[in-house]
């Protein structure tokens, strides 16, 4: 018979504190033991023992001494550490929490994931939230909005904030080193603000905090691989160890064992067991639940084991005295099934399929097997002891019932619940302008998350489609969300598919990655050597990844022969971009000739759409042109580059044509050049790029140098040489050096100009790049009455690699004339 809606209300018994006394004693001396150092209380206890109850227990027990917030990482997204950090941010923000620099500083790492994309409150998670950043959109008044750490303080400062808050923001020294900072330090630059802004926040001691890990186990579920675990759960324990003026709650199936990656942890957990309820205990919640008859409670009491969860499900079905023979926790979850409704019991089973849920959700399953699908049967199922919350609007069965209704279904039918999923997901996926939702995490990169996801398990997605699924999550989310898509692959893949393509996707999307954080070691070693067919996407992109890798490691010469291979060997979609990082290359090693001929062929073949790549392949005309010193055509390729940039809308291109034109008028019009220079200048302060900046400030030095502004030339040269290396760019820190050495011969000092232009040319060697560079330092050395036999050398190997539009000859003439006028009037 079906259940009463008024049992299953009874059935949410989680309000009730059942013989948890000596947890609760133990919880309340460790909330109100003093802070300084961080603490830990962990409760263990095996699937079933009502962890999750316990948690939502103890947080109403605090709520009105604490501040409270809870990560449920059941929910997929908030595995992700910057989800995680957004949904406590959202949380402890409207408790009262100023998180003013952790924001600001959280937008320039979602700036930094996001370098095509503008800082908007569609966009960014939490960001109406926030006082700081809605007042610099707000101010922003249409302009757009890039966020970089100077740029991002600056725009505080001009802002109608608070004196006080300016002050804070103002002289905050981790803000002002976000933009010198690689990804990774970014990344634990945002987790140490999080925690700064918490810590400020309890200074008085008036507003303790405790926040609630819950499902621990979702996290680190590959026991078998202890490397893994340990890098999953790596940003969880760096922000708890942080978070040392309030207490952290962790729920686990197993005690967490942190202090083999620490031993200091041992000091700082303490673990607690939640064991099952005693007899007495049982038969109480029965009791109260409705369960008066006492041969059922003590049956169910005995085969439950003293589960709460099938306690409350004993109480969810109403067993009675004619039913109450139940031999064990299985029984009873059957039992439970056979009183639901059909129809019920059957939508349950196909939402089982679903990782979480909404009203939405359940309504398309339902409707397309012809299920009752209207809002009363919603929530008659929400009813359901076992039905959680997870974030804004969505719903999650238990563990244990998830595991029992999937049982009962077909591979079939589970599949084509799946395919079902995936397109409601994807449809929300392609939705123009989702807002973050209300517990600050990305809308869209959820969904493109849980539409991989659904894909994956239909059995139709291959390793090519998993590549799509990552981009679009880059595209809505960031690293973040295409790390979720990573991670349930691994996940699939280490559940036993021996797929080779979706392994190979595996490895593709993890050297991707490392390539995004600048991290060449990573990338390398999931690439030591590139033996795979390259015809399709998966294998070209891996080895482009590999490629990447060794051009950040300066192994120049090993990723221009990967890049070839690509553009050889794959006719797909990945050979273009291969193609414009050959001819790239081609270009910086003085093969012009080449280098023009491949960006020709790239124009002719790339889609009429990517006005983006052909304004990077136009761009690179210019360089070619313009390191062959070929002025005119320079002046063509780089106008024609800013137009395609215009109509893409390329924010970030054109600022790069700005610095372009600005090195480009130095050589020829030192003059024009200065305000160029400037307006290049403002254009990357506000990005934060760091190496264009640097270009930027050269640029400016060669035009003063020319016009005979030694001083402040020297100021622009230093400026440039900091940026370059903090940009870790080490051909253009070599290529500034060496325009500082005209200036050293203008101010007389021969001896340090000569340095600095053997040090150029030792490190454009390492960097196997820029032979007519290499020219030109022998030539000024020459010119100075200074020559070097290791300079003279390279400068004649170099002659032998170029490949000049015209000739080698004419060439050379031109680098003669540039470094005479350099020279000029000294």
């Not at 950043?133 to 750490?149: C, E, K, N, Y």
């Not at 109403?318 to 039992?335: C, P």
């Not at 480009?664 to 990357?684: F, K, N």
Request: hydrophobic share 45%; net charge negative; glycine share 6%.
């Amino acid at each position: 018979m079906p259940l009463k809606p008024r049992f299953r209300q009874v059935g949410a018994l989680h309000r009730r504190f059942v013989d948890r006394e000596s947890l609760l004693e133990a919880f309340i001396q460790e909330l109100h033991r003093p802070g300084g150092s961080p603490r830990v209380f962990n409760t263990f206890g095996v699937g079933g023992i009502g962890k999750s109850r316990l948690l939502l227990e103890l947080r109403q027990r605090c709520t009105e001494t604490h501040r409270t917030a809870v990560i449920d990482l059941q929910v997929p997204a908030m595995r992700q550490q910057e989800d995680a950090l957004a949904v406590l941010r959202v949380e402890l923000g409207r408790q009262g929490v100023k998180f003013d620099r952790f924001d600001i500083a959280y937008a320039v790492l979602w700036q930094r994931l996001h370098p095509h994309l503008r800082l908007s409150r569609n966009e960014l998670p939490f960001a109406s939230e926030s006082e700081a950043l809605s007042q610099i959109l707000d101010g922003a008044a249409g302009v757009p909005v890039f966020g970089t750490g100077v740029g991002l303080v600056r725009l505080v400062e001009k802002a109608s904030t608070g004196v006080r808050q300016r002050r804070r923001i103002k002289v905050d020294e981790t803000l002002r080193t976000l933009d010198d900072l690689t990804n990774t330090e970014l990344t634990d630059a945002v987790t140490y603000l999080f925690a700064e802004d918490l810590r400020e926040s309890c200074a008085d001691g008036d507003h303790p905090y405790v926040v609630f890990v819950d499902a621990y186990e979702a996290l680190v579920p590959l026991a078998g691989n202890s490397g893994r675990a340990a890098a999953q759960d790596v940003w969880l324990r760096d922000l708890i160890a942080q978070l040392d003026q309030g207490l952290v709650v962790v729920a686990s199936r197993e005690p967490v064992d942190w202090q083999a990656h620490d031993p200091g942890w041992a000091e700082v957990i303490r673990h607690h067991p939640l064991n099952g309820l005693p007899m007495q205990a049982r038969l109480e919640l029965l009791h109260e639940g409705g369960i008066a008859d006492r041969t059922a409670q003590h049956a169910i009491a005995v085969a439950s084991q003293g589960l709460p969860f099938y306690l409350h499900l004993a109480v969810d079905t109403q067993v009675t005295a004619r039913e109450s023979r139940v031999v064990s926790s299985e029984e009873i979850l059957q039992r439970f099934l056979q009183h639901v409704a059909p129809d019920e019991i059957r939508t349950l089973e196909l939402l089982s399929i679903a990782r979480i849920f909404d009203f939405e959700i359940f309504q398309t399953v339902a409707d397309a097997f012809d299920l009752p699908h209207h809002r009363p049967a919603w929530e008659s199922l929400t009813a359901y002891s076992f039905v959680y919350s997870a974030g804004t609007n969505g719903r999650r069965l238990h563990q244990l019932m998830r595991a029992a209704l999937n049982q009962r279904l077909s591979e079939a039918t589970i599949r084509d619940v799946q395919t079902i999923l995936q397109r409601v997901w994807d449809r929300r996926t392609d939705q123009a302008s989702a807002p973050a939702s209300a517990d600050g995490t990305t809308t869209q990169a959820r969904a493109v998350r849980e539409a991989a996801f659904c894909a994956l398990h239909t059995g139709t997605l291959d390793g090519a489609g998993v590549l799509t699924y990552a981009d679009r999550a880059m595209t809505r989310g960031g690293k973040q969300a295409s790390d979720g898509v990573l991670r349930d692959l691994q996940e699939y893949l280490h559940a036993g598919s021996g797929d080779s393509d979706l392994a190979q996707a595996a490895y593709c999307l993890e050297a991707e990655t490392a390539v995004v954080l600048g991290d060449a070691d990573t990338a390398n070693r999931l690439t030591p050597v590139i033996d795979w067919p390259l015809d399709h996407v998966v294998g070209a992109r891996l080895a482009l990844a590999g490629a990447h890798g060794r051009r950040i490691a300066g192994a120049t010469s090993q990723a221009q022969h990967l890049f070839s291979k690509v553009w050889r060997e794959h006719a797909g979609p990945v050979r273009l971009r291969a193609g414009y990082c050959m001819a790239d290359l081609d270009m910086c090693q003085g093969r012009f000739r080449a280098a023009q001929a491949t960006a020709e062929q790239i124009l002719a073949n790339a889609p009429a759409e990517d006005l983006v790549l052909q304004g990077d392949v136009v761009r690179l005309q210019h360089l070619g042109h313009r390191f062959a010193l070929d002025i005119d055509s320079s002046w063509r390729a780089l106008e024609r580059a800013a137009l395609l940039y215009e109509r893409a809308g390329a924010v970030m291109e054109q600022a790069n044509v700005k610095t372009n034109r600005a090195e480009l008028l130095a050589w020829s019009t030192p003059l024009r050049a200065i305000d160029a220079a400037a307006e290049a200048i403002e254009a990357h302060s506000e990005l934060g790029v760091q190496h264009e900046l640097g270009k930027a400030y050269t640029a400016l030095a060669i035009a003063q140098l020319r016009l005979r502004q030694h001083h402040e030339a020297a100021v622009s040269f230093q400026t440039a040489a900091e940026a370059l290396e903090r940009a870790q760019y080490r051909s253009g820190r070599a290529r500034a050096e060496l325009f500082r050495a005209f200036l050293y011969v203008r101010t007389n000092d021969l001896e340090r100009a000569a340095t600095s232009a053997r040090w150029a040319v030792h490190e454009l060697l390492e960097a196997e790049v820029y032979p007519t560079l290499v020219m030109l330092a022998a030539q000024l050395l020459n010119a100075i009455g200074a020559p070097d036999e290791h300079v003279t050398i390279a400068a004649h190997s170099a002659r032998g690699q170029l490949d000049p539009l015209d000739s080698t000859a004419a060439l050379e003439a031109r680098t003669e004339a540039l470094v005479m006028a350099l020279l000029e009037d000294r």
